[in-house]
């Protein structure tokens, strides 16, 4: 049984249940989850000095850079207890901020144990995301299948509408797929060499997955799991 902290990685596209296997990893793994979303959003409720600098970059509809992102990032991985391992969400997304993140990681003495990419085919994608809908009125906005029938009952029994947000539309999925594989496969080609990448079958149900994650990261990081 490995009883050193986990140093996960997570990449997977649009539909694939990343937020499902970042909870599951979370509590199965006892792993912090990360994410420089979270991080900046933080800073702007704090009313923080950067904060004020986000939301500044946001209104005018441009993206933190690394010089700001950075070191919210290595502060938050050096909060981290000795014996607490992290999972990245959403970062790094370049080839520097793989770098940057190297030299974080070496400077703290965390090494990376795994790099997870979930795979999810066009079709399945299209399926997952195409019948999503936000059902909005007369409550809190809730994210609902169209195959969910209760979900959907429950909708309409309190008179709320079913939307489809606009990235949800079968062609704009296609499109961000296609961004994402773009933006993705050039990191996990800078991670391969090590040995480290794990490439996940992302259909199927969340337990299915977990299952298939799981038997992954034993492989490199061995640690006894019951289910």
Known sequence: MNSQPLHLLLFGPPGAGKSTQTEFLETEW???????????????????ELGKQVSALLARGEL???EIIIPLLRARLAELSPDEGFLLDGFPRTIPQAEALDK???????????VISLELGTTEAVNRLGGRRICHGNGPDEIIHINDEAAVARCIERGGLLV???DDLPNVIVRRLAVYQTQTEPLLN????????????ASGSPQEVARRVTAA???IHPLTKTW
């Open 190 to 201: 800078f991670y391969r060499p090590r040995g480290i990448v794990r490439t996940i079958d």
């Open 164 to 166: 489809q947000r606009p």
């Open 104 to 114: 974080i990681l070496t400077e703290l003495n965390r090494p990376l144990d795994a």
């Open 217 to 219: 990261i034993q492989e």
């Open 30 to 48: 006892k792993v912090a989850p990360i994410s420089t979303g979270a991080l900046l959003r933080a800073q702007v409720a704090a009313h923080s």
């Open 64 to 66: 933190a850079s690394d």
